[in-house]
C-alpha cells in the first residue's frame, strides 16, 4: 500500500513538474518601457517629460497582443509627461486604464529591475530623454544585458538617446554597424530646440557608428536591424510596436 502510494505521488510529481515546465516555456517574457524623469527643456523654462503618445501606442499593439509591460525611469516613481492629448483615444485608453496608469505613476528606479524578466526593452521619446537617458550607465547595462541574452531594444523619436552609450560585451557600441533612426536634425531645427538639446541625436548616433536613415519632417519611419528596432518621430510609436510583436513572433 505505502509502495503504491508513493508511486502515485511519485507519478503526480513529475506531471506536475512537467506542466510547470511546459507553463514556463509558454509564458511570455514581459516587456520593459523606459521613461524619462527629465521635466524642463533646458533653461528655457518649457515644460517636457515622456511623450504620451509615444507610451500610449506601441502600449496599445503590445498590451492587446497579451504582452505585459513595466516602467522605468532613471529616478522612478511618478515620471512627468508630455505631448498630453486625452483626444487621442489611445492616449485616452492608456491614461484610464487603472493598472497602466498606476505602474506609470509608480514606475521602477533601473536597480530594481532584473533584465531576464524582460525579452524587450523600449526607450520612449520625449525632449525630457535628450538630458537623463545618454549616461544612465544602469539603464545601459539592463539593455545591453537583455540584448545579449537574445532579446529586442527598441526607440522612438528621442527614445534613441538611451542607446547611443550602450556598449556590448565585444566592447562595441550597440548601434554600430546597425541601421538606426530617431528624431533628426531637421526635426529638430523645425522644432526651434538645436541650441537647446544637450547633444543633436542625429549626430550623436552616427558618431558611435550607427547608419542613420531617416525620412522627410514628421513621416512615419521605423528602422529595424538585427534586433535593434528605431522610430524617428511621434508618428512612428505605433509601427515601432507593430515591428516590436513582429520581432517577436519570431
Not at 506531471?15 to 533646458?42: C, E, W, Y
Not at 532579446?151 to 548601434?175: D, M, Q, R, T
Request: glycine share 8%; hydrophobic share 35%.
Amino acid at each position: 500500500m505505502k509502495k503504491l502510494a508513493l508511486l502515485i505521488l511519485s507519478i503526480f510529481t513529475i506531471g506536475f513538474i512537467q506542466a510547470q515546465t511546459k507553463k514556463s516555456k509558454n509564458m511570455k517574457k514581459k516587456i520593459l518601457f523606459v521613461v524619462t524623469s527629465h521635466d524642463k527643456k533646458g533653461d528655457t523654462g518649457q515644460e517636457t517629460g515622456y511623450y504620451l503618445g509615444e507610451v500610449s501606442h506601441p502600449w496599445e499593439v503590445l498590451h492587446k497582443a497579451g504582452y505585459e509591460i513595466d516602467f522605468v525611469s532613471p529616478k522612478g516613481g511618478t515620471p512627468p509627461v508630455d505631448g498630453f492629448d486625452l483626444k487621442d483615444p489611445v492616449n485616452k485608453e492608456f491614461w484610464e486604464n487603472k493598472e497602466y496608469k498606476n505602474k506609470i505613476d509608480h514606475s521602477l528606479q533601473p536597480y530594481q529591475v532584473n533584465p531576464d524578466n524582460y525579452s524587450t526593452i523600449f526607450y520612449a521619446g520625449g525632449h525630457g530623454a535628450m538630458w537623463d537617458f545618454a549616461d544612465n550607465t544602469e539603464l545601459a547595462s539592463i539593455a545591453s544585458k537583455i540584448y545579449e541574452n537574445g532579446g529586442i531594444v527598441a526607440a522612438v523619436c528621442h527614445g534613441p538617446a538611451g542607446l547611443v552609450n550602450i556598449k556590448l560585451n565585444n566592447g562595441k557600441y550597440l548601434v554600430d554597424g546597425k541601421k538606426i533612426n530617431a528624431f533628426t536634425n531637421e526635426e529638430e531645427s523645425e522644432v526651434k530646440l538645436t541650441n537647446v538639446v544637450p547633444f543633436l541625436l542625429e549626430d550623436k548616433l552616427k558618431e558611435r557608428g550607427a547608419k542613420f536613415e531617416k525620412s522627410g519632417l514628421w513621416q512615419n519611419h521605423v528602422v529595424k536591424d538585427q534586433r535593434v528596432i528605431t522610430g524617428q518621430n511621434p508618428q512612428s510609436a505605433k509601427s515601432v510596436g507593430k515591428a516590436i510583436l513582429k520581432e517577436l513572433k519570431k
